[in-house]
């Protein structure tokens, strides 16, 4: 066998013969022509001619072998449902759901938007979608209504597939009021909305025409067989929305083959899942972990895919344990900040399972600090695995890959580049590579390998812009992380470079947070920072000047304005995004130029030193940061 070392500079020295082997792992209904076409840097196109579906691949490709296996595993610990689907059974419901889709007038290449909670109805719509050449757009059902209103104006869905609500800690959450709500700011609505009726919120109110159930749907189209439409391996499978810097978030869009192949070979050399095993992400379908990793990845690999609703400390916070020890979980995917939550519980709930079954725990999405990293080794028995990665590559950039070779770990890094990823660190100043132990910008040399983003959504210049801009004089995609490389070749994390905050693994811009706070009419001006957070990672803190200061002149008037600002943030983006903390000041730090001195709040926010303030227009603007934080 090859040493890792050996594997990835192969697949970024040679890489049309790397991949094309790695391509023979998904079925192909007509072969691709060429492996890579760079002959428009940065674009790239992977399996250029080939012929492929990713539905097809997920599930009609294991119907002869392993028709009688689970595909689907849900498990509700909200509404005390568990439930499961053969791959003979999940090709029935997806058949039904695609000629739904099909009767409502969907075809190749139009979008679907997805805003559901955690129901197997969910992985259904996505793999009906893909199934007929569509592309669909998830929702994060955490999202306000605002926020799905901009999403439908950019990815402009025909249709919208939802719920009449989500359930968290045994309370339902209404969504459909929310779509309706959306569908009102929306300058281009969907025709049609199909709606999933859980019985959660009775009489939610429909539209005639517009609004249909899903029950009926699927009566009407029992037994209906809907044939694959193949896609050229670079035709969009998806679109899905992340923050950045700006308050606009950008629809990542990915490819047919390339990621479908890409997904395959994580499954085989990251995640060491045989076909048949159970593989247990306990991400959202609303993000890309919940994409790659409950949906299209196990599934391609002719795994059992594990859904949870719920939370981890519900019934009791041995309830994941449970799982794997039902259904003999051998791989899992988790995120630091679900890790601490159990880490402050009774660690008998984790003994209480046997969970023998699990071979590593991967975990992704957000910094992995070392005392967390070590106690859940301790605690498992099992390689802990720390996976870098963003929206944008859809599966890891920074990994170790057990299932090419067993390197040691070193707590607090994700290893090494992942195959196909050409990683270089850059001086963010020069843009010279940095040296052992220097910290640098995390970038990638193009191409980027088969399944990262291939553009933004209808927007190709900003895609360029966006994340080739950092150096004139050289084209490199970057993360907009910090990292540093000992001497050994580990990478470390530092985080990012720009305003976006991760929160519990989510990623969120501080424009946008900031846009929601000024949709309250009160607010005149408003700085969010991310502030260190010991369970989360990072929790949004927001500093406002009120238009009236009177209305925050006492405590108890400037706590009423904060539950007010908060609620404004809730209905416009949604309460992930809800600041911890509104403080009210009646200026905020600034350089003379206007430039908000967000890195000089948070220093001060997290007990550091504000740093250079030889710019600063209003030294006095610090002072009320400082004084809004002791009071
Ligand atoms: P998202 O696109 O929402 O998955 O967020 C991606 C961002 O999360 C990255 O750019 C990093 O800032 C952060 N991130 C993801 N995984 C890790 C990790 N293993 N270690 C440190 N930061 C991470």
Redesign the pocket.
């Known amino acids: 066998m090859a040493t890792y070392k050996e594997f990835h500079a192969r697949s970024v020295r040679e890489p049309e013969a790397f991949w094309a082997e790695q391509a023979t792992m998904i079925d192909w209904h007509r072969p691709f022509d060429k492996v890579l076409d760079y002959s428009k840097p940065p674009f790239r196109s992977w399996y250029v001619g080939g012929l492929t579906n990713l539905c097809h691949n997920a599930v009609d490709r294991h119907l002869a072998a392993r028709g009688n296996q689970k595909a689907l595993v849900w498990v509700s610990t909200e509404v005390e449902q568990e439930k499961s689907w053969t791959f003979t059974e999940l090709h029935e419901e997806v058949n039904r759901f695609a000629a739904i889709l099909q009767s409502l007038g969907v075809g190749k290449g139009d979008r679907v938007l997805i805003y559901m909670p955690m129901i197997p109805e969910a992985v259904f719509a996505m793999l009906a979608t893909v199934r007929i050449g569509a592309v669909h757009s998830v929702v994060f059902g955490g999202f306000a209504a605002a926020s799905l209103a901009a999403r439908i104006d950019d990815a402009t869905p025909k249709v919208m597939v939802t719920a009449d609500a989500g359930a968290r800690g045994g309370r339902s959450i209404p969504l459909k009021p929310l779509v309706d709500e959306s569908i009102q700011l929306a300058k281009t609505p969907p025709r049609h909305v199909v709606i999933v009726n859980r019985g959660l919120d009775k009489g939610f109110a429909t539209v005639a025409g517009r609004d249909l159930d899903y029950a009926a749907l699927r009566e009407k189209h029992s037994g209906a067989k809907v044939p694959v439409t193949w896609l050229e391996s670079n035709e969009p499978s998806y679109i899905l929305y ?1 923050s950045g810097t700006t308050g606009k978030p950008k629809g990542v869009q990915r490819d047919t083959g390339g990621y479908c192949v890409a997904l395959a070979a994580s499954m085989k050399h990251i995640y060491c899942s045989k076909p048949g095993e159970a593989y247990f992400s306990t991400s959202d379908i609303g ?3 919940g994409h790659s990793y409950i949906v299209y990845g196990p599934l391609i690999n002719g795994s059992t895919t594990i859904m949870f609703e719920g939370l981890p400390i519900r019934p009791d916070p041995g309830i994941w344990w449970k799982i794997v020890a039902d259904y003999k979980v051998t791989s899992m995917f988790s995120s630091p900040t679900a890790i601490r939550v159990l880490k402050k519980q009774d660690p008998a709930f984790m003994k209480k399972h046997d969970t023998s079954s699990l071979k590593y725990l991967f ?6 600090d070392e005392p967390t990293a070590r106690w859940v080794d301790e605690a498992l028995g099992v390689p802990i695995i ?7 590559t859809g599966w890891p950039m ?1 990994s170790a890959c057990p299932g090419v070779e067993d390197t040691p770990r070193k707590f607090g890094s ?1 290893s090494f580049p992942v195959y196909g990823y050409n990683v270089t660190l850059k001086e963010e100043a020069t843009g010279r590579e940095a040296k052992a132990d220097e910290k640098g910008v995390l970038c990638v040399i193009p191409p980027l390998p088969p399944g990262a983003m291939t553009t933004v959504w209808g927007d190709d210049e900003r895609y360029v812009k966006t994340y080739y801009g950092l150096f004139r004089d050289q084209l490199v995609y970057s ?3 910090w990292a540093v490389r000992d001497s050994d070749g580990y990478y470390f ?1 530092l ?2 470079t720009d305003d ?1 905050i ?1 929160v519990a ?3 969120l811009g501080t424009r946008e947070i900031e846009e929601a706070v000024q949709a309250h009419s009160n607010i005149a001006e408003v700085a969010v920072v991310g502030v260190a957070d010991s369970l989360k990672g990072q929790v949004p803190v927001a500093f406002a000047v009120a238009k009236d200061s009177s209305s925050v002149a006492t405590k108890e008037l400037a706590a009423a304005q904060e539950k007010a600002v908060m609620a404004t943030v809730d209905r416009e983006l949604g309460a992930i995004a809800r600041p911890a903390r509104v403080h009210f000041v009646s200026a905020l730090p600034k350089t003379r130029s206007g430039k908000l001195l967000r890195r000089s709040i948070q220093a001060l926010c997290e007990g550091r030193d504000p740093g250079d303030l030889t710019t600063i227009e209003d030294p006095t603007a610090l002072e009320q940061i400082r004084a809004a934080l002791k009071g």
């Open positions: 992340t993000w890309v972990v975990l992704a999405g957000e910094p992995l720390d996976n870098y990665w963003q929206t944008e920074l994700p993360t907009f992380d994390v985080g990012r976006v991760n693994g989510h990623r």
